[in-house]
C-alpha cells in the first residue's frame, strides 16, 4: 500500500494505492489462513450446508441477487435477499497516449444522461498515466446489457464535452457489473441467520468498499465471539 496523491495534506484527505492490484490487500490479510479458491458454490441451505455437506458457518458475502441464486427457499435468511432490487453499471476504461486533462482524482457526474463518475486512473495509482474510468447511468448499463462494447461511444463523446478530451484514445475496455450497487441501503451492517447461513457486503449500507470491509469485520465478530457451536437456532 503507498501513500500519495494529496499536494496539500494539511488540508485534504491522504489518498493510497495498491500498486500490485486491489487483491493484494486480501492476499496480505490471508496469509497464515486456509484459504482455497476457485470453488464455485452452487447451493446453501440451513444448517448450514453447502453444496449439501456441512459447513460450522457460511457467509455469502456478495451483491443480493448472487446471494439469492445459491440460497436454498427452505433457508429463511433467503427472504433477506429476495427481490431487492440493485442496479447495473457498464465501467469504460480509456487509456491515451497523452495527457488533454490536468490530473484530478475523480468526479462525480450529476443529472447526466451517460456518465455517472470518471475517474482519473493515473492520478489514483500515482502514476500519472493517461487513463480514465467511466461509469455509466444505469439507463445506458441497461441498454447496452447485451454488448457493453456499445457504451464506449456515447462515453468518449460525454468525455469530450466535460473533458475537452479530444483524440482518439490508444485503447478502451468495457465492462458490465450487472449488480453494481443496491438501489435501496440498508440500515444494518450484516445479517446472521437463525439457520446458520449470513450475508454481508456492500449491500449492507452505502455501496462502497468501505462498506464491504466494515460489514465483513462486524460480522466475523459476531461470529468468532458466538462461535459457530453457539450460533443462534
Ligand atoms: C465498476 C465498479 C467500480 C467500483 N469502484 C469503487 C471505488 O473506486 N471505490 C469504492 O469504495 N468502491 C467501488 N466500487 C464498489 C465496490 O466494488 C464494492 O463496494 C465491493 O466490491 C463490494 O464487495 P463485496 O465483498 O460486498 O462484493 P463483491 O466484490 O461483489 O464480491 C463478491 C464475490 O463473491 C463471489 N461469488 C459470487 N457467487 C459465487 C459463487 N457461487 N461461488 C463462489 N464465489 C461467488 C464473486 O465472484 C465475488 O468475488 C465499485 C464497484 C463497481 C461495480
Redesign the pocket.
Known sequence: MVEHGRRDRASGPVRYSAPGGLSSLVTDLATGLAVACG????RVGPGPSVDGGPADAVV????DP??A??LDPASPTAAQVAGREWTP?V?VAAGWAGREWAPFP?AFVNDHPVLT?V?DDGD?RGDGAPVL?A?TTAALARKHAADPAGAVAPVLAALRDLLGVTAAPAWTVA?L?P???PAQPRDRPFHLGADGVAL?????GS???????R??TLLARALTRSGPEQLPS
Open positions: 470453488h464455485e458454490v452452487r455469502l458475502a456478495m451483491p448472487q446471494a441464486r445459491l453499471v465501467a475523480a463518475i475517474a489514483r474510468v461509469h465492462h457489473w449488480a453494481a450497487s454481508a457486503g456492500d449491500g449492507w455501496p462502497r468498499i468501505e462498506t464491504a470491509w460489514s465483513g
